[in-house]
């Protein structure tokens, strides 16, 4: 499995970024895809998951709203639709994939692509 993340850039609050994730090597219908950030001295947190197939998507409670998880199978890409951004969105976002039977177990990562906020 080989996920490659892009799309990071810095952007000024209120503004919009959208990154994705292309995956291969695999058939991903069995798959949760997950987007994690970590900022320095902070702990890594799951953003946004979603089954390949589109259903289960969850949010953490700091982005409802704002962001949307979702998937082209056509592209066999995952996408973070980020809007509203504020400066504590600033990250290195990772996307991730975990088999569906075993959905907190993210085994497969990508390199981070940084998002970085100004106010």
């Known amino acids: 499995v080989q996920l490659q993340a892009s799309g990071g850039g810095l952007v000024q609050a209120g503004g919009s970024l959208r990154l994705s994730c292309a995956a291969s090597?695999?058939?991903?219908?069995?798959?949760?895809m997950g987007w994690f950030r970590q900022d320095p001295g902070k702990e890594r947190e799951l953003v946004a998951a979603?089954?390949?197939?589109?259903?289960?998507?969850v949010y953490s409670d700091s982005v409802k709203g704002r962001f949307t998880i979702s998937t082209d199978n056509l592209e066999n890409t995952v996408y973070l639709q980020m809007n509203q951004l504020k400066p504590e969105d600033t990250a290195v976002y990772c996307c991730?994939?975990?088999?569906?039977?075993?959905?907190?177990?993210?085994?497969?990562w990508g390199q981070g692509t940084q998002v970085t906020v100004s106010s």
């Open positions: 090597g695999r058939t991903f219908s069995t798959y949760r």
């Open positions: 979603i089954n390949w197939s589109g259903g289960a998507t």
């Open positions: 991730a994939a975990a088999l569906i039977h075993n959905p907190t177990n993210y085994a497969y």
